[in-house]
């Protein structure tokens, strides 16, 4: 270019960037996916089916109540950490409790319950109660395979208390003779606590044991009953122990007075179909 000569040309200047406005979306970008997450963790693990095993006695409708006992209970990842949180605060009757995840939307709770060693007749109901006197079921079903408990003076049995008993020393030889019977798999016809003695009825052998060293004396039970298949009397085991192995048997002795007959078996009703929707 010569001179006098005007340039024409103009110089492009970038101008700098805003750095506020970077942040705002970043942010905007960062609390968008923060309700992406959320929403996605709401609506997949909401609870929609709650499967409930190993209850044989304990109603599902309850132990899905105490599954969901609060407002966040509908999320299953919640419900996992609160049970995992909170091991110990468990139903009266439960002895253990396994909560998992079959999918996001489905918890498993296999239940492991008390078990039952005995019951007594009340006057419309059966009570029946644990290894250590705790009342876990009171109703109208007879179930099968537990002995009857009779004799033994309740004033009011309520569920999930100890059974209030006035005889202490009977209560604790019964609770001793039901926890052996149980770990040696003999369920007698009758369980019956005359005074201070507890007396089997074993089909048509009946064994005295007495108040004391009632552990030693059940276990005793299973080689004698085999020895005296089809006979009838009474085992005398009141005076057996470590030191007095004499055991004696009466045929054809019968106990004094025989208890009323039981009425009849019903089948239980709850347990049956074990997925609560």
């Known amino acids: 270019m010569g001179k006098g000569t005007r340039s024409n040309m103009k110089v492009l200047v970038n101008k700098p960037e805003n750095p506020k406005s970077h942040k705002i979306y970043a942010f905007l970008v960062l609390v968008l996916g923060i309700a992406i997450i959320a929403l996605a963790f709401i609506v997949l693990f909401h609870v929609q089916k709650i499967e409930i095993t190993g209850n044989e006695y304990s109603s599902r409708a309850e132990i899905a109540d105490w599954v969901q006992n609060d407002d966040f209970s509908t999320n299953s990842i919640y419900v996992l950490i609160k049970k995992a949180i909170r091991k110990d605060e468990k139903l009266p009757y439960m002895e253990d409790v396994k909560i998992t995840l079959k999918n996001p939307w489905t918890l498993k709770v296999d239940v492991k319950e008390k078990k039952i060693v005995g019951y007594m007749a009340g006057t419309s109901e059966y009570i029946y109660f644990d290894r250590e006197g705790l009342v876990v079921v009171k109703d109208t079903v007879l179930r099968e395979n537990i002995p009857y408990i009779e004799g033994m003076e309740v004033t009011d049995a309520v569920l999930y208390k100890t059974l209030p008993v006035k005889n202490k020393k009977i209560f604790e030889a019964m609770l001793e003779t039901t926890q052996t019977l149980k770990k040696i798999e003999l369920v007698p016809d009758r369980i ?86």
């Open 192 to 277: 019956v606590c005359d005074g201070s003695n507890i007396e089997l009825w074993i089909g048509t052998v009946y064994a005295k044991l007495g108040s004391s060293n009632i552990t030693d004396k059940v276990l005793q039970l299973p080689p004698l009953l085999e020895k005296l298949t089809g006979q009838e009397g009474t085992l005398h085991l009141e005076k057996f122990s470590s030191k007095n192995r004499d055991i004696s048997f009466r045929k054809g002795e019968r106990p004094q007075a025989s208890p009323e007959a039981a009425p009849p078996v019903q089948e239980p009703q709850d347990g049956e179909d074990q997925t609560q929707e």
